[in-house]
């Protein structure tokens, strides 16, 4: 894939959704101020909230476009990395602790394919410490003769069946949205 084509699909994926999604709750409160006022400044703080959040994200995809593959193409030490920042950064009552676990024998890989995996598993960890509620948030990876493994658990509480019957296939898993994986299963609810 052509680094204009991933920052293109980087930036669509966080930074311009997130600014379309924005624009139509700023519209809605607009349209509501008039009528309800206090119902609209309600609406406004909860999207001035999720600006803040769209802001962090931006600035997240920007770090990971910055992010250089020359220090490393170990997949164990880069995702490592990234759990354990996501874990001491967590704000709330909740925090969950990270743990990473390996399979195989770990090896260097292709600079394209070691940021393709990271990003997949980039996306899930900050899924996962955002929404899971979970104690424990974590990373399995696999190394076979002719495949990686990757996969990402929490004791979290799940996704919301309503999430997965109006919207099964966007934003559920992101490796199936980034085309980086053939064979993506997930368990809804909890996995004990």
Not at 72 to 77: E, M
Not at 88 to 105: K, L
Not at 109 to 121: F, G, M, N, Q, S
């Amino acid at each position: 894939m052509s680094e204009r084509t991933r920052i293109a699909r980087e930036l669509h994926d966080t930074l311009l959704q997130s600014f379309h999604g924005l624009l139509f709750r700023f519209q809605a409160v607009s349209d509501l101020f008039p009528q309800r006022p206090a119902e609209a400044k309600e609406k406004l703080d909860s999207t001035i909230d999720q600006a803040a959040e769209a802001i962090t994200e931006g600035r997240d995809a920007v770090q990971d476009l910055r992010s250089s593959t020359v220090v490393t193409t170990n997949l164990v030490i880069t995702i490592g990395a990234l759990g354990q920042e996501l874990a001491a950064n967590q704000a709330g009552h909740i925090r969950a602790a990270f743990g990473i676990e390996v399979q195989g024998a770990p090896r260097e890989l292709h600079p394209i394919l070691k940021d393709e995996v990271y990003r997949v598993a980039g996306e899930a960890l900050r899924n996962a410490f955002k929404h899971a509620e979970a104690g424990q948030i974590d990373v399995g990876i696999g190394y076979e003769e002719r495949q990686l493994r990757l996969l990402v658990w929490d004791d979290g509480n799940g996704i919301d069946p309503k999430v997965l019957e109006e919207a099964p296939t966007q934003d559920i898993l992101a490796c199936w949205h980034a085309g980086a994986c053939r064979d993506c299963r997930w368990a809804p609810g909890r996995m004990d």
